[in-house]
């Protein structure tokens, strides 16, 4: 699988960004697809993780209530809606897939996007 993320940018605090990942995977809908981000200096931590079919979404604790995961299994994508975004969500974003049923471990996930920045400033 692989998986191409795009969407991200510079945006002052409190505004928004829509992050996109398209997959080249034939069976798109047969994966668990996340979110995860990297700041500088920081490990890498879960954002958001949608099951297969979109019924089922989890969030970390540092976005919920702002962030919404979303994937459209027709187009092979899944979206990540920010808004109300603080400084301290500058990292780069990945999007992650795995054939799993469920998670939402970083080292759980086999595939991975090649990241795209997004800087909110304040």
């Known amino acids: 699988v692989q998986l191409q993320a795009s969407g991200g940018g510079l945006v002052q605090a409190g505004g928004s960004l829509r992050l996109s990942c398209a997959a080249s995977?034939?069976?798109?809908?047969?994966?668990?697809m996340g979110w995860f981000r990297q700041a500088p200096g920081k490990e890498r931590e879960f954002v958001a993780a949608i099951n297969r079919g979109g019924g089922l979404a989890a969030y970390g604790d540092s976005v919920k209530g702002r962030f919404t995961i979303s994937r459209d299994n027709a187009k092979n994508t899944v979206y990540l809606q920010m808004n109300s975004l603080k400084p301290e969500d500058t990292a780069v974003y990945y999007c992650?897939?795995?054939?799993?049923?469920?998670?939402?471990?970083?080292?759980?996930?086999?595939?991975w996007g090649q990241g795209t920045l997004v800087t909110v400033s304040s």
């Open positions: 995977a034939r069976t798109f809908s047969n994966y668990l």
């Open positions: 992650a897939a795995d054939f799993a049923r469920w998670t939402t471990r970083t080292d759980e996930y086999d595939y």
